[in-house]
């Protein structure tokens, strides 16, 4: 299974950016999808997670600027981060937890490479 994570950039402080992530390989089905982001030097941090049927829970420091939504066909996640800060600088990693078996119910947890994201001030 492979997470493939897009869109990031620069961006200046106040506007908006959507990064999308999609996985691809052998998935049986995916649980739970979220986004997560490291500053450097520091440790990764939860931004937002969606489960399968769409109920989302998000950091306070996000929450009301940011959006997690998935594609389920696709297999797919998405985050638009509106009004963006100086301080949500940092790498974004995409997250899935996923199902490769038909036969065995266990879930993996996979992770993409990250995209880095840059607000100008």
């Known amino acids: 299974v492979q997470l493939q994570a897009s869109g990031g950039g620069l961006v200046q402080a106040g506007g908006s950016l959507r990064v999308s992530c999609a996985a691809s390989g052998r998935i049986e089905n995916i649980g739970n999808m979220g986004w997560y982001r490291r500053v450097a030097g520091e440790q990764r941090d939860l931004v937002a997670i969606?489960?399968?049927?769409?109920?989302?829970d998000y950091a306070d420091s996000v929450k009301g600027r940011f959006t997690i939504s998935r594609d389920n066909a696709k297999n797919m996640v998405f985050l638009q981060m509106n009004n963006v800060k100086a301080e949500d600088t940092a790498v974004y990693f995409c997250?899935?937890?996923?199902?490769?078996?038909?036969?065995?119910?266990?879930?993996?947890?996979?992770w993409g490479r990250g995209t880095l994201v840059t607000v100008s001030s």
């Open positions: 997250q899935a937890t996923v199902r490769t078996s038909p036969y065995y119910i266990d879930y993996t947890d996979y």
């Open positions: 969606i489960t399968r049927e769409g109920d989302t």
